[in-house]
């Protein structure tokens, strides 16, 4: 699909759509307790549904209701399951270490880069506990065994996931275990979104430093309705939208959130002054923080990006295409890249199947000289299915094709 935009400002009011990051967490914890849920979430994505679909692969039955999803928990655990987690790294990294503790023969199908993206060390982590895993024929990848409880240990700069998925998986085994994170930790709001929702849940999770204690607490559930709040990172793209000049007002963000996403407000006033934005903890902000950085005076550094190129796209690249593409300047490292400021002309950028890169470059056409014609714009639907209808209601001039 190709979206044309003639530039100009947007303007009007957005309710923020749900957060995909908690609704992940919650759907999971609700499926493993122990009590029926209702999930109230306004509006969903391929990812989420991706995680819906596998959860009901492993038992549990989740409806899609008007207000979000009802969701009754694995009553009997089946034997074997084939999960499809489309292109959602969330479904696969979370719900890998969750089939291991249910101790499901498990088939995981994969589609676009997510076969590509990595699985160590969370592989190696689960094989020494008690699992196999092993690659099969046409992108799939099959988990054999059960978890045990025990010592853990995972490498906290590699993927927040992989810690998120350990630990939303060892309170289902029969005892107490432990999860040591080991060297640098990155994108640590993540990990707190998911000690969150256990908690939500009634998990018992003590931490001392980079250790946390799991006790075998089978979901206890202290509630039976949740409330997703509203996505920083989505939210992020109009809150530049407004900081570039439209006159757009968001609703339904909580100041007070765990999601780390909430610092684009904090590093808005502070691009094109030469300062290097540290990205370790908020990578999904790199490419809409970048347009903002290009429309500003100055350069802006972005440091610690290396896992940005194991995204969806190889997002040092596609971030810095971008911005080429519309007219601007940046420079990229293996781990790092630059966009010096002074305005975007307009021109043709490719989505590279990347949902970030499509966002980015429509709020990009607000401040641009000329049209802005995204190839592939199509990938919105794996986080944000409505962004172009929301788009077009605050006066964006779109043409599709």
Known sequence: MKAKITPGKLSGTIVVIPSKSQAHRLLICAALGQTPTKLECAAASQDIWATADCLNALGAKITHTNGGFEVAPIQRIPEKALLDCRESGSTLRFLLPVAGALGVEATFQMAGRLPQRPLSPLWEEMERMGCKLSWQTGNTLLCRGKLQPGAYEMAGNVSSQFISGLLLALPLLEFASTLRLTGQVESRPYISLTLDALRQFGVKIVESGDLFSIFAEKMPQASDDFTVEGDWSNGAFWLVAKALGSSVQCTGLNPNSAQGDRAVQSWLPR???????????????????????????????????????????????????????????????????????????????????????????????????????????????????????????????????
């Open 271 to 401: 691009l094109g002054s030469g300062c290097a934005v540290d990205l370790a903890d908020i990578p999904d902000l790199a490419p809409i923080l970048a347009v903002a950085a290009a429309a500003k005076p100055g350069c802006t550094h972005f440091i610690h990006a290396a896992r940005l190129r194991l995204k969806e796209s190889d997002r040092i690249a596609t971030v810095c295409a971008m911005v080429q593409g519309l007219g601007g300047k940046t420079e990229e490292t293996p781990d790092s890249f630059t966009v010096w400021g002074g305005g975007l002309a307009g021109g043709t950028v490719s989505a590279a199947g990347d949902h970030r890169i499509a966002m980015a470059a429509a709020i990009a056409a607000t401040v641009c000289r000329q049209p802005v014609t995204i190839l592939g714009a199509e990938a919105v639907e794996k986080s944000y299915p409505a962004f172009w209808q929301d788009y077009t209601r605050l006066g964006g001039k779109l043409e599709i094709e």
